[in-house]
């Protein structure tokens, strides 16, 4: 899984957004990696929120309505060879958790973010993972 993926994913039960992340193995790439088309309002290859520099390209005003950060915040912070960096990097094991107070946690194995509750894998696999 690649930190990029903090930027879109939410908890399927709630819908908290980001998402905690807890890294207990990665690994990176030798060779650089290309990251995909840079976003022309941010500057940078995610929309809302990087993980890996920890920085929320866009806030949220009093009614509730996202306001996209200035291009010179977020390249204060954020910066296309970060991006590189970023996706140099493949999280191989960890947990995601949402930040709720009876948070969900998924686990991410062999790089895939499993993100099914403990009932619905019962259901699956027919006994608790």
């Not at 296309?80 to 999280?91: A, G, L, M, N, R």
């Amino acid at each position: 899984m690649k930190y990029r993926l903090m930027d879109l994913l939410a908890c399927p039960l709630d819908k908290d957004w980001p998402l905690k992340l807890e890294i207990i193995e990665q690994e990176k790439e030798i060779e650089p990696i290309s990251p995909p088309n840079v976003n022309s309002k941010t500057g940078v290859v995610c929309n809302f929120y990087c993980y890996f520099k920890k920085f929320y390209l866009v806030s949220v005003n009093d009614e509730g309505v996202e306001v996209e950060k200035s291009l010179d915040s977020i390249s204060k912070n954020v910066t296309t060879e970060d991006c590189k960096e970023c996706f140099q990097i493949e999280i191989q094991k960890g947990r995601l958790a949402c930040s709720k107070e009876n948070s969900h946690i998924y686990e991410i194995k062999e790089g895939i973010p499993v993100m099914l509750t403990s009932k619905q894998l019962e259901e699956i696999y027919g006994k608790k993972k």
